[in-house]
């Protein structure tokens, strides 16, 4: 079948009404997660997929639950940012710059309105990417072998290294962390028993779901208890209520060039939105030099990481789907509901269940315009929202995250783990250690193990084998400038700082 035959099929799975439900369902249920402060796509998604997974939904009706409510939380986040200068998450951040002085000016309803056009036509651009370029893609995925997809894992890894910006240090240890946390209960192959520290309940490992809501909800709880009321009012939208033809055509460039570098950057495998954001910001005020007044409420500079947001979020589905790597921290957790439908992602995965990936590539169609649709009109009832107290929100979020880990196993000691791995959390927080790579390492580093040792067993232990296939050597040669660049990148500041103080 060819992509647009593929795609018909797809919309033929998403149209279904129950389908339509999770994906109406997902895109609210997201926009309300994503616009509370602190809160954002990793918490939504890993929240609900114990839920969905106890409900016994079928799995291409899970996935497009899931991958709605991770659009609608990137959504929501911008909410927050625009109204009370509160990131709902870290890509949310460059958000506030231009969103907040635009609000204060008495035009958050244009913002509101510019920020959700802006989101619905970088989801489009990527979508249509991931329709060309995902079965192209899955098709050059075949050659890939243990070797190739060890380098590829490898390749994740430097992406987190190489675009850490000013902290790469503390990814790299979040990365370490997240590789040793997979290697921990017992040694499929020796038996042996791995950093258990005597726990029997670590015999199989940490699972995923206790990792992910003891990293993040836990954590976020006590985030969210450290802090005392912000004191901000949100600010009402007054005026106009939404963009005119001439501030669309103002931030139809900015749009459509940022739509375009955010699926890049999804596809890029430990990118993510955050990155897209702040790369489409950077790019933007560049080139805005006559008329430059980004960060003072220009609407280039809350239209740019908008729209390359919202692409990101859509493109980190190729590299998922097409070869089981995780785009994103959020595209991770998905991959980790697909491992708990028993549904192993990879080329073959197009062509053994073209239901379940062109189903969801339908339904991103679909819940791009819902959000489009559903959130404007609701701008007012948005900052009503937005006043729900600390109280209410800590124990709301720790009873969900009680119930989803002990649903898993329906043991105790999972709901000891979650908390101390919550407070390893924190304070990894506090130090400003990012918690994502750790959820990249964790997911990558037990499929990296994995690949290496299929890659030695078959060449009988030769390393050799890592490097054999032309597609292992240019991957390897895309690590090391990933490694490589930014240091002489900052070699080359030294430098030219040193000669303009001498």
């Known amino acids: 079948m060819d992509s647009l035959t593929s795609l018909a099929y797809g919309f033929g799975v998403a149209f279904t009404p129950f389908n339509l439900l999770m994906a109406f369902l997902g895109t609210f249920l997201g926009t309300i997660v994503g616009l509370l402060p602190g809160l954002g796509p990793i918490n939504g998604v890993a929240l609900l997929i114990p839920i969905a997974f106890a409900l016994g939904l079928p799995p291409e009706s899970a996935l497009i639950l899931l991958a709605a409510v991770y659009l609608g939380c990137e959504y929501g986040g911008r909410i927050s940012s625009i109204l009370l200068n ?91 962390i997240g590789l040793w946390l997979s290697t921990i209960g017992i040694d499929a192959n020796s038996g042996v028993y791995r950093f258990s520290f005597g726990f029997l309940g670590l015999a199989d490992g940490i699972q995923f779901v206790v990792l992910v809501l003891g990293l993040f909800s836990v954590s976020e709880i006590l985030v969210l208890l450290e802090r005392t009321h912000y004191g901000h009012k949100a600010i009402k939208a007054t005026g106009r209520m939404l963009f005119n033809l001439q ?67 859509c493109g980190s589905m190729v590299p998922m789907l097409t070869l089981g790597v995780p785009g994103s921290g959020t595209t991770a957790v998905m991959l980790g509901a697909l491992t708990l439908y028993n ?43 937005l006043s729900v107290p600390n109280w209410a929100l800590v124990p709301a979020i720790a009873m969900i995250s009680s119930i989803g880990v002990y649903a898993v196993h329906a043991t105790s000691f999972d709901l000891f783990l979650m908390m101390v791995i919550g407070i390893a ?77 001498s």
């Open 86 to 176: 509160i990131p709902g998450e870290a890509s949310a951040v460059m958000t506030t710059l231009d969103g907040y002085p635009l609000a204060q000016s008495g035009k958050a309803g244009v913002a509101l309105s510019i920020s959700a056009w802006a989101s619905f036509l970088g989801g489009s651009i990527s979508i249509l990417g991931v329709v060309i370029f995902a079965p192209l893609l899955a098709k050059w995925a075949i050659a890939f072998g243990p070797a190739e997809y060890f380098a590829l894992m490898v390749f994740a890894m430097a992406c987190l290294a190489g675009m850490a910006g000013d902290k790469p240090i503390r990814t790299a240890l979040a990365t370490f």
């Open 247 to 313: 501030e669309a055509r103002f931030t139809f460039g900015a749009m459509t060039r940022s739509g375009l570098l955010g699926f890049i950057l999804g596809v890029l495998p430990g990118a993510g939105a955050t990155l897209a954001s702040a790369v489409a910001y950077m790019s933007e005020k560049r080139m805005a030099v006559k008329d430059n007044i980004f960060g003072k409420g220009d609407l280039r500079g809350l239209a740019a990481p908008e729209a390359a947001n919202s692409a990101s979020a």
């Open 343 to 385: 549904i192993t992602p990879g080329p073959l995965l197009f062509e053994r269940q073209p239901d379940i990936v062109w189903g969801l590539i339908a339904s991103l169609v679909i819940a791009n315009i819902m959000l489009l649709v559903m959130n404007i009109p609701m701008i007012r009832f948005f900052t009503k929202i």
């Open 425 to 501: 959390g924190y304070l990894l927080r506090k130090a400003d250690v990012p918690l994502s790579p750790i959820l990249l390492g964790f997911i990558l580093g037990g499929l990296m193990e994995q690949n290496l040792r299929r890659a030695l067993s078959i060449s009988n232990g030769g390393l050799e084998i890592l490097i054999a296939s032309p597609i292992s050597k240019g991957v390897w040669l895309l690590i090391v400038g990933m490694v490589v660049w930014p240091i002489v990148r900052r070699l080359r500041r030294t430098a030219v700082s040193n000669e303009s103080k």
